[in-house]
């Protein structure tokens, strides 16, 4: 299994660019979801899935769009990229809907720059 | 607003001392999980707790679930430079719905020194 898995590693943006981070598990997990880390901040949750078709909002939604088209994917969207949102984005993973019930495999991150 | 409150924000301990780090939360606990994150690298799952009173251990690594308190402690004993690192607490709350979410506190940082 290639777990979680994140691309690209690294990404320069300008102001207004739109670009989608993709995620994607092999293991079958109903459970992803996606973060962002700032200094100081730990991680905030910006959107989660619970099934294919299925997402939610998290803490920090704004400027973020999400699907979930396949079990396998779940790509999160930028639709107008503003230096407030450069940050190092984590996506991860988990077998059961239910968040607390299993452990949350994380991918290796995306380190965003929006200029 | 931030759910999760961890205390401290930062801490530095001499080589062979031990620390605890806590983890509190504004809402009903459903589960907690500690990761532990290298700086610039990802996260590394340490244990995850579900029942109030539960207590793990993982190497020096303890951590305990408080359900009445909403609260987990994790206690390293005799630290090694190999503990550094940031350390998250992530809190298993309800989402909409039937579905339950993840959200983690600001991390702990922790330097250990010779």
């Known amino acids: 299994n290639a777990g979680v898995t994140q691309t690209p590693k690294f990404q320069v943006l300008k102001t207004g660019q739109s670009m989608t981070l993709q995620c994607a598990q092999d293991m079958n997990h109903e459970y992803m979801s996606w973060y962002r880390q700032d200094p100081g901040m730990g991680l905030r949750l910006i959107h989660y899935s619970v099934g294919a078709g299925i997402t939610d909002q998290g803490e920090v939604p704004n400027g973020y769009n999400v699907s979930r088209s396949t079990t396998e994917d779940f790509p999160l969207r930028l639709l107008s990229a503003a230096p407030s949102q450069t940050s190092v984005y984590f996506c991860?993973?988990?077998?059961?809907?239910?968040?607390?019930?299993?452990?949350?495999?994380f991918g290796p991150g995306t380190r965003l720059t929006v200029t | 607003s931030q759910e999760l409150e961890q205390s401290p924000q930062s801490l530095i301990v001499q080589e062979g001392k031990n620390l605890t780090i806590n983890c509190t939360s504004s809402?009903?606990?459903?589960?907690l999980y500690w990761y532990k994150q290298k700086y610039g690298e990802g996260l590394i799952f340490l244990m995850m707790l579900q029942k109030g009173g539960e207590e793990k251990s993982h190497e020096k690594i303890t951590a305990k679930l408080d359900e009445k308190k909403q609260q987990s402690s994790l206690h390293i004993t005799a630290s090694q430079p190999s503990h550094a690192g940031i350390y998250l607490c992530g809190a298993v709350t309800w989402g909409t719905g039937t579905a339950s979410k993840l959200t983690f506190g600001t991390g702990t940082r922790l330097q250990v020194t010779l």
């Open positions: 991860a993973s988990s077998y059961s809907r239910l968040a607390g019930t299993y452990e949350q495999y």
């Open positions: 809402k009903t606990l459903y589960g």
